[in-house]
């Protein structure tokens, strides 16, 4: 099936994901996983090329994770990147110290020798460092073939041993020939062809899907978001009316959504599918009533998603499978850090405790979110659904501060839709962009009338990972014309607030 790979091996890094993405962009298939994993793993899995990450120790830590020497005996060429490199160094034979100048940032990178990993790259250019301790004597084997003024070895290498070590990040976009040195490893070191292409993605996928289910039932919970229908979709392509979606219409989607999604999946739609859709709208706003704290809000709409999924699915009795639309970075195990729980996400996940089935299928498993997209394209869904900024499961009920209610929901759905209406006729880019609305009422006039009304709060972010975000600077004409036609034509609404706030100390959502 996945005719060529490459292993990132995790030291705990923070760009460990960023790795994959990149060898990916090589239309070479990548998987991540955690330093640990055990030779016959490894073997099963037949790589072509294995890169250790960076990570947050030092080599001389008594318990700083290390590879096992195993490894390097595969015959598997090897890159180690910043820890992976030192700790390659350290494994055999060379020195470790802690450099007289730590280096975080830009430097610029001047090359000994060209005829390995640093095939045809420019000298003098830029590479972004990170790291205390820096390789200062070589082991036996490997020669230097570049530095920077505070490195002696940013990159070495023993080509008789395929073995290769950088000490700054190819994978980030601040090091700009770093493409180049991935793809020299990947393609002139590895072999790779490059053959991973959704196309062949999506003909293998149905073909297995089409194996694996025969006759079958399969359920699928269709928020209308990109994952789970791209998923739908790849499972009707595969087996047409054995798949039921369910669509619960929680009342807190953004203006016609529901009805989008229904004339798209629904009867006389473009697909072959049994397609049921749940009006659960005055079920959640009952449910929500007088809740105003964001987390206990959060787990009611969570645990009452689970509740109308599960009475539909009693109605359609025992299915076979159960699908989800679980992507990559869902999957990607990382277990040498937890990080604090900010807010409990609430996706179209964490069912199977409540549905009778035999199996999940996950079909967009291996892929990232822009992999998605395109496959998604391949399959012909529309741009707009391909192309959707992210929606938080719990929907508008997490943009509505304090308690929700059918008249707020729909203030915050008049005035996000005028909001992103004209965002996107103007061009600007933002990767999310929303109305929430405040629970605070000001004073102010209208006509000759006094009003007391609530306040809407614009938010439009740039961010690459949604980990970290700023505020979008949009343009004043553009805040002005939203303003004026928010307050215009959405009733109960008098005043319109912009957020600068990036992330930290903000989160994109409002709760
Ligand atoms: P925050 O607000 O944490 O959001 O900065 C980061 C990204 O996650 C999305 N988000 C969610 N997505 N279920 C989701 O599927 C959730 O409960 C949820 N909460 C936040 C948010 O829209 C942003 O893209």
Known sequence: MIKEMILVLDFGGQYNQLIARRVREFNVYCEVH????????????????????????????ENSP????????????????????????????????????????KAGLIIDGRDGILSDVLDNTTCWMSHVDYISDIPNGFEIVAHTSDCPVAVMENREDDLYAIQFHPEVNHTDEGPKILKNFVTNICGC??????????????????????????????????????????LSKAIGSQLTCVFVDHGLLRKDEALEVERIFGAGGDYDLNFIKVDAQKRYYDKLKGITEPEEKRKIIG????????????????????????????????????????????????LPDYVDFKEIIEPLRMLFKDEVRSLGRELGLPDYLVNRQPFPGPGLGIRIIGEVTEEKVIIVQEADAIYREELDKSGVVANQYFAALTNMRSVGVMGDFRTYDYAIVLRAVTTTDFMTAESANLPWDLLEKVTTRIVNEVEHVNRVFYDLTGKPPGTIEFE
């Open 34 to 61: 955690n330093y640990d994993i055990s030779i016959d793993e490894i073997k099963a899995k037949n790589p072509k090329g294995i890169v250790l990450t960076g990570g947050p120790n030092s080599v001389y830590e």
């Open 66 to 105: 290390k590879l096992s020497m195993e490894i390097y005996k595969l015959g598997v060429p090897i890159l180690g990147l910043c820890y992976g490199a030192q700790m390659m160094t350290h494994q055999f034979g060379g020195k470790v110290s802690t450099a007289p100048v730590s280096e975080f940032g």
């Open 193 to 234: 062809k490059g053959e991973w292409k959704m196309d062949s993605y999506a003909e293998e996928q149905i073909k297995l899907i089409r194996d694996k289910v025969k006759g079958g039932k399969v359920l699928c919970a269709l928020s209308g978001g990109v994952d789970s229908s791209v998923a739908a979709v790849l």
């Open 303 to 350: 645990e009452e998603f689970i509740r109308v999924f599960e009475e539909e699915a009693k109605k359609i009795g025992t299915v076979d499978y159960l699908v989800q639309g679980t992507i990559y970075p869902d999957v990607i195990e990382s277990g040498l850090g937890k990080s604090a729980v900010i807010k409990s996400h609430h996706n179209v996940g964490g």
